[in-house]
């Protein structure tokens, strides 16, 4: 992750201007604590704020023009970068442009972080010191000093370091990242560009950004200035506490577009104190796989309105399983937190990813129309690795299957032919589509050959005269859409909502 250059632009008001502008409409001061309150607060914490500095030992690919930048040709540096990469002497190239062994090479690069314990505890992001050799914290009056790794958490993209102090050091709190408002001032520190002791500020332009970057997206977006090297340093508010460790900034042409996101507090203080005790993250598991809750959904399962998470598989070796928890269950509160966004999934995820190993909890869901509670043991949340070798095998061309027509789909009931050739699994139950109309609402809810519908309207299914018959029936009770239970290949579950009309 990376951050391009972010251009202030600065206004320079004339005493005239600034005699107009200085009131708004209501009397209050225009920017009166702004400007102000920056500089109270930079003055107050520049000293926890450091430069990481990271090196790491990687092989050399290949020798002397492996390394020549790609050229058009004729370019008028392509004679300049000829003699210097391919005619050089010495280690890795020989005269002539003739290939040599490269020795390993060290790496450098550079980030930001803060103390927030005066024992030497620095919060920076993973991506700062990820695969690094040796790590170093850089303080402001430019004291370097070796730093060890206490742990990190990928899935946030934070880690905690600690270094021996060789002198008393200022240490830096967490605020409440949840107190923030949209267009409230906050400001970033930070080693962009290895220009330490960089300060620079901005608003809250959101809160709560999913960017699809981790499971456990809810980023603060600010347009204070964060660039190359600001990877890992805090965002402060106007009191002076850290809201936020910024991490990111959407950047499509190299330079800024003032977007940047930061980790609040809120969940970087959770995840530093498990690194601190335990040099590790020990996340709550509830043991299933969830999705939105769509409008269409949610009239299938007469929820109005809509809300909560879709329970669309339910891990057999998981917590929830013993407790009763089903497919098409949708969870609507846990231990005693609303699940209140439907679009955001992520909303139960974070909850329970946030809640303590092994204790039990209340799980309000609605089942066909009704809340029940289930309490549930939370397990741990391990990392399984996802990495499968795909096997491609020549079948024999199998025999056309008898199919029927629903809801734009072409079904048929799972035989031996049809599961060799979708490579659908054994455990898997249902009827399996071969092919979708594509003018339908199924293929805009992208269903594809290959997918097997489990349920209709909360019903197993075992053939296509059984959809048929499940979707003439709502058809009748003046049903807008049905509610499918999908199967990938592999089992892996999922809701779609098709229209009926």
Avoid: C
């Avoid at 946030?156 to 102090?165: E, M, Q, R, S």
């Avoid at 964060?226 to 990111?248: A, E, H, K, Q, Y």
């Avoid at 098409?328 to 992520?346: A, E, L, M, N, Q």
């Avoid at 309490?375 to 024999?396: F, H, S």
């Amino acid at each position: 992750m990376t951050a391009a250059t972010i251009a202030p632009t600065r206004l320079r008001i004339g005493l005239a201007a600034l005699a107009v502008s200085a009131f708004s409409a209501f009397g209050t001061p225009a920017l009166a604590r702004g400007p102000d309150g920056i500089a109270d607060v930079a003055e107050k914490v520049i000293d926890a704020v450091v430069n990481i500095s990271t090196s790491q030992t990687v092989e050399a690919k290949g020798g002397g023009s492996s390394t020549m930048p790609q050229l058009p040709p004729g370019s008028p540096f392509e004679e300049f970068f000829d003699d210097f990469f391919k005619n050089r002497r010495g280690p890795g190239g020989s005269k002539g442009g003739e290939r040599g062994d490269n020795p390993p090479r060290k790496t450098n690069s550079l980030g930001s972080g803060f103390i927030i314990d005066t024992t030497g505890v620095v919060v920076t992001n993973n991506h700062v010191i990820a695969d690094a050799d040796e790590i170093n914290v850089i303080l402001n009056d430019g004291t370097k000093i070796r730093a060890d790794l206490v742990g990190v958490d990928k899935k946030t993209d934070l880690a905690v370091l600690k270094f021996k102090p060789p002198k008393p050091l200022v240490a830096v709190k967490f605020g409440d990242s949840d107190k923030l408002r949209l267009g409230d001032w906050v400001i970033a520190i930070g080693n962009p560009f290895s220009l330490g002791g960089t300060v620079t500020a901005g608003i809250v332009s959101a809160k709560n950004r999913d960017i699809s970057s981790g499971p456990y997206d809810s980023y603060i977006q600010t347009d204070a200035s964060i660039n190359r090297g600001n990877s890992g340093g805090p965002l402060f508010n106007l009191d002076g506490d850290v809201i936020g460790v910024n991490t990111l900034i959407i950047s499509p042409s190299g330079g800024s577009i003032g977007i940047g996101f930061a980790v609040p507090s809120k969940t970087v203080v959770a995840v530093v104190d498990q690194l601190r005790q335990f040099g590790e993250l020990r996340r709550g598991w509830l043991g299933v796989r969830i999705q939105s809750v769509t409008d269409e959904i949610a009239e299938s399962l007469n929820i109005k309105p809509a809300r909560g998470a879709l329970v669309a598989g339910v891990d057999d070796k998981g917590p929830a399983k013993p407790a009763g928890i089903e497919p098409g269950d949708v969870v609507v509160k846990f231990d005693g937190k609303d699940v209140k966004d439907p679009k955001d999934p992520k909303d139960l995820s974070r909850v329970v990813a946030d809640t303590a190993v092994g204790k039990e909890v209340d799980v309000v869901i609605i089942r066909k129309g009704q809340e029940e509670t289930k309490k549930v043991t939370l397990g741990r949340l391990q990392d399984p690795d996802k990495v499968q070798a795909a096997v491609k095998t020549d079948e024999p061309a199998p025999e056309k299957p008898v199919t029927q027509k629903a809801l734009g789909l072409d079904l048929a009931a799972l035989s031996k032919d049809l599961r060799t050739r979708y490579k659908i699994k054994d455990s898997v139950k249902g009827v399996v589509v071969t092919n979708v109309d594509a003018n339908s609402d199924a293929a805009e809810k992208r269903l594809s050959a290959g997918d097997v519908i489990v349920e209709v309207a909360q019903e197993a299914v075992s053939s296509g005269a059984d959809i048929q018959k499940r979707v003439d029936q709502l058809k009748k009770d003046g049903k807008k859409s049905v509610l499918l239970l999908v199967s990938n290949a592999d089992g892996e579950l999922r809701f779609v909502a098709l229209s009926v009309q």
